[in-house]
């Protein structure tokens, strides 16, 4: 099942961070390779995505991460 969020953090040299979703559960872990693109792949911290929540052994993480576009 798709959510939306907000980036709440991500770290480029480490290459993770953490999204909150907008129903309200529990921050998930990105990890570069989750996100969808080509090059560079990475997040700024407000950037509003749509992602797959999975669970991991230490909770839920995101992948098939995508931008947003902002509504006009």
């Excluded at 509003?48 to 909770?59: H, L, N, P, T, Y």
């Amino acid at each position: 099942m798709r959510s939306n969020g907000t980036v709440k953090w991500f770290n480029d040299a480490k290459g993770f961070g953490f999204i909150t979703p907008e129903n309200g559960g529990k921050d998930c872990f990105v990890h570069y390779s989750a996100i969808v693109g080509t090059g560079f792949r990475t997040l700024a911290e407000g950037d509003r995505v749509q992602f797959e929540v999975v669970d991991s052994a230490k909770g839920p993480a995101a992948e098939k991460v995508e931008r947003v576009a902002a509504e006009a």
